[in-house]
Structure formats: C-alpha cells, structure tokens
C-alpha cells in the first residue's frame, strides 16, 4: 500500500461524517436583513425588512425541523411571530426595537452555526 493512497484512503473515508450546518445560509442573510433593518425602522420600507425576517426565520425553522433539531425553533418561532408584517406588533420604543433586531441577529447566528447534522441524519 502506498503511503499517498493511505493518506487520501483515511481522509476519504472520514469525508462523509463531516457536518453541515443546514441554516447558516439562511441565518447569515437574515443577519444582513436584520442589520439594515435596524438602521431604517422608521421608513416605508421596513415592511420588506419585516417580510424578509418572518420568511427567513420560518424557512430556518423548516431546516432545523427537517434536520430533527427541532429546539433551535424555540427562538425563531417568536422572531417569525414578531417580524410578522401580516399582524404586526406594533413597538413603539424605536430603540427596544432596534435592540430587538441585534438580539434576533444573534439568535440566527447561534441557530446557523449550532444546527449541524450528518449525512446519516439529513433531511430524509
């Protein structure tokens, strides 16, 4: 056996089991959302700001549920529900809800990077 062929038969062989964080697309553009969100609460067009986060947090609760880590749902469901611009909760304290949106930044980017599976987990 060559040594090469062993280097690249061990490496090969531990390949399939690496993880894959299934959210972190969709968590890292729901940070970059929530960002800009912040800095234009008050404009017309936070209703887009709002439509992107409740869609990005219910697709990353698709994701993790489909990946059967169903807890990291616990703290995007409140997001989906808060961002909601069907049946918006109207905050009325601009800079709570400026602080709202670093702590949902948060919350994405610990649920993006925490929610990894295996091959022999994925979504099946």
Known sequence: MNVANGI?????????????RVALP??????????????IIDTEIFTVIRYAVSILALICVVLVWQARQ???A???????????????IEITDLQLFAGLHYT??????VVGVGARV??????G
């Open 8 to 20: 690249f038969d061990s490496v090969s062989a531990t390949y399939p089991d690496r993880p894959r």
């Open 26 to 39: 969709a968590a890292v553009l729901a940070v970059l959302v929530l960002l800009v969100g912040a800095a």
């Open 70 to 72: 169903w807890w990291w």
């Open 74 to 88: 616990i703290g995007l469901i409140p997001i989906a529900i808060l961002w909601n611009p069907v049946f918006p």
């Open 104 to 109: 949902a930044a948060l919350v994405f980017i």
């Open 118 to 123: 295996t091959e022999a987990k994925s979504r």
